[in-house]
């Protein structure tokens, strides 16, 4: 991977790449402005090279792949000329060839909120939008997370029941953490019934049950992922109490029970850097 080229192990674990992730997942939130989109497209695509990048590996939420990352991108500006300039419909294209997995075009989600503003989450849109997301040739994670921020909190509820639920059910094949689910949940959670939570376990338990060894691994960052937000959801005074616990663990592990003396990681930090433009100039320059 060209991440690896470009990071020293010894400062802090591939660090670029965990920034590059992050922000990936991030992303779908819709809360970044033009600004700091074009200053991340620029960071992408200066930190990446498209001929290593080229291959997307389906079920992984990674950045493994240039076009999807750059197309997620561009797909949030605001501003139709940028969007245009940056070659939107191009990468419409090439996503939609190359991957199963790939952001909507910026058209359907103007099309889908302009009748939510005229109708509201009615009856009509939970059936047909329902149907639509179900199109198995397809991933729609990023869509549905972006529909729902249009929605009230009771039809929030609505949607979680009859669109994002049964979406995640028909999907799961690849567990949750893995296959982009994660997005969903993490944005849904509050919305799930006890019932919700129990065929979402049940599922990774079967999965564990039957001990697929290629599975392991997923079944882990799964049973993270369901603690997590089932915590979040119903225990919500517990999270600072499970963070503790899971750096202690890792400590533990990485000094061998206290047996191995490590030196803490300082971080040290710029306080000339205020914003995600301050941090991409100092990165590659203006």
């Not at 639920?165 to 999907?171: G, K, Q, S, T, W």
């Not at 019934?193 to 049940?202: C, H, I, P, S, V």
Request: hydrophobic letters at 35%; proline letters at 3%.
């Amino acid at each position: 991977m060209s991440f690896e080229l470009k990071n020293n192990p010894h400062d802090f674990y591939y660090w670029r790449k965990s920034l590059m992730d992050a922000y990936y997942e991030y992303l779908p939130q819709g809360k970044m402005g033009d600004q700091d989109l074009l200053a991340l497209h620029k960071l992408i695509n200066a930190w990446t090279n498209p001929e290593i990048e080229r291959t997307f590996r389906y079920g992984e939420q990674s950045v493994d792949c240039l076009k999807n990352y750059t197309y997620r991108i561009v797909s949030l500006l605001k501003d139709s000329e940028l969007r245009k300039q940056l070659g939107e419909e191009q990468f419409c294209e090439s996503v939609a060839k190359d991957s199963q997995l790939y952001t909507e075009p910026h058209e359907i989600l103007e099309a889908i909120t302009q009748y939510l503003k005229e109708n509201g989450a009615d009856k009509n849109f939970m059936v047909n939008w329902g149907l639509y997301i179900m199109d198995p040739r397809f991933t729609r994670t990023t869509l549905i997370t972006r529909v729902g921020d249009f929605l009230t909190e009771k039809e929030k509820r609505d949607y979680s029941d009859k669109c994002v639920f049964p979406y995640i059910e028909a999907h799961d094949q690849y567990g949750y953490a893995d296959s982009g689910l994660g997005e969903l949940i993490g944005n849904f959670y509050w919305c799930f019934t006890d019932k919700n939570w129990e065929t979402l376990m049940t599922r990774v338990l079967e999965e564990i049950y039957k001990g697929e060894p290629a599975y392991l691994y997923s079944a882990n960052r799964d049973l993270e992922l369901m603690n997590l937000y089932y915590n979040m959801a119903r225990h919500p005074g517990k999270i600072e109490k499970l963070f503790e616990e899971r750096l202690s663990m890792h400590w533990n592990w990485i000094t061998e029970n206290g047996i191995l003396n490590l030196k803490e990681y300082i971080l040290d930090f710029d306080q000339s850097i205020h914003s995600l433009q301050d941090f991409v100039c100092k990165q590659i320059g203006k």
